[in-house]
């Protein structure tokens, strides 16, 4: 039998898209992949002063109880649990490359691949980022759910070295997008077009890009209400492992593309 998970607490009713829906809980591998599976993403506070300011901003809907918090953890604001609604996704197939980096790509001398480097593409997503939300314990349990395949990463690659990246989550059909870099200009772009193209291949039928913004409009984006959302993630499982050789990045330019 499943052990019930703290985000059961939540029902059927989630709270406004625009502020996290729960505080507080644990982020462990198990607690991490439950909200997931509910349409959920953790926000940790990088600091006390990261908490003190979910504090002041969220402290009264805790007090009034409009605001769950989550039972396992010792300071409630010092994780947020978010469920943006609408959410912006993308299709596998539909990531959006523009004509002047198409161009570019038929002669770039880059490759990519999948889960070949997942704590290095957590690395490069964690560099420099503030405020620095993925923290050491968000990165332990992701890297044990990549360990159990629940974790995917995409890489792009000059040669040896890792110029850009993606990493998610995936959730039956659902792949939840949690971060990007590159070290090139548009390696981040390529990361998820390739990473999309693989999960499609494996069956996969959506890309969750979690928070919505110019940059992942321009990759293709479109709002996707949160209901519909979570009905997606209700569907059918992908088929197969998601593809990891190392492969050109010319394949990912379409004939028209030129």
Do not use: K
Not at 69 to 89: H, I, K, M, T
Not at 220 to 237: D, I, K, N, T, W
Request: proline fraction near 9%; charge should be negative.
């Amino acid at each position: 039998m499943t052990s019930a998970s703290p985000f059961d607490r939540l029902g059927a009713r989630l709270g406004p898209g625009d502020r996290p829906v729960a505080l507080g809980g644990a982020l462990g591998p198990d607690e991490l992949l439950a909200a997931y599976r509910r349409g959920l993403f953790p926000m940790p506070a990088a600091d006390l002063y990261a908490g003190a300011y979910n504090e002041a901003l969220y402290g009264e809907a805790v007090e009034s109880g409009e605001l769950p918090v989550l039972p396992g953890g010792e300071d409630p604001y010092a994780l947020a649990w978010w469920s943006p609604d609408p959410r912006p996704v993308l299709r596998p197939d539909a990531v959006r490359l523009p004509r002047r980096l198409a161009r570019r790509l038929r002669r770039a001398p880059w490759s990519t691949t999948v889960d070949r480097a997942f704590g290095e593409v957590l690395a490069g997503c964690a560099e420099g980022r503030q405020p620095a939300w993925l923290t050491h314990e968000l990165a332990a349990a992701l890297l044990e759910l990549h360990a159990r395949g629940a974790a995917h990463s995409g890489e792009v690659w000059e040669g040896g070295e890792l110029v850009g990246g993606v990493f998610g989550v995936a959730v039956g059909p659902v792949l939840s997008l949690d971060s990007m870099f590159h070290r090139r200009p548009d390696a981040a772009r390529v990361a998820v077009a390739d990473l999309g193209s693989r999960f499609g291949a494996a069956g996969g039928r959506l890309l969750d890009a979690q928070w919505d913004g110019p940059y992942i409009r321009s990759l293709g984006a479109v709002p996707m209400e949160r209901s519909r959302y979570l009905a997606e993630l209700a569907g059918a499982a992908p088929t197969g492992a998601l593809p990891g050789e190392r492969l050109p990045v010319a394949r990912l330019v379409l004939p028209d593309l030129t």
